[in-house]
């Protein structure tokens, strides 16, 4: 089993900046291979970012891609989640996942999860 908690959501406005992080517990971290998803309202769950174990290797939406950052600490099993130029229709509970295996881009590809953080955009 891996315990996820997520922190940093918050209320912000249209291009600010927020910081998530996620603090695993349960498994050896770097092993695990660690995304971001997010769910609006109303909306199926979405793929915003993920990184691989060892390598680090990270994958972005497009939505997201060149605004928002996903990084790792091993050494304090924590992942991050850099979000700048922040944009109303960021607006959703944003959700950390792990899976023991290779991740991906769907949530079908991760077994744990977070209870997840509201971030909140006002234009």
């Known amino acids: 089993q891996v315990q996820l908690v997520e922190s940093g959501g918050g209320l912000v406005q249209a291009g600010g900046s927020l910081r998530l992080s996620c603090a695993a517990s349960g498994r050896t971290f770097s092993r695990l291979a660690m995304g971001w998803f997010r769910q609006a309202p109303g909306k199926e769950r979405e793929f915003v970012a993920s990184?691989?174990?060892?390598?680090?290797?990270?994958s972005y939406a497009d939505s997201v891609k060149g605004r928002f950052t996903i990084s790792r600490d091993n050494a304090k099993n924590t992942v991050y989640l850099q979000m700048n130029s922040l944009k109303p229709e960021d607006t959703a509970v944003y959700y950390c996942?792990?899976?023991?295996?290779?991740?991906?881009?769907?949530?079908?590809?991760?077994?744990?999860w977070g209870q997840g953080t509201q971030v909140t955009v006002s234009s």
């Open positions: 996942a792990a899976d023991p295996t290779f991740g991906g881009v769907g949530p079908k590809d991760y077994d744990f």
């Open positions: 990184i691989s174990g060892r390598a680090g290797r990270t």
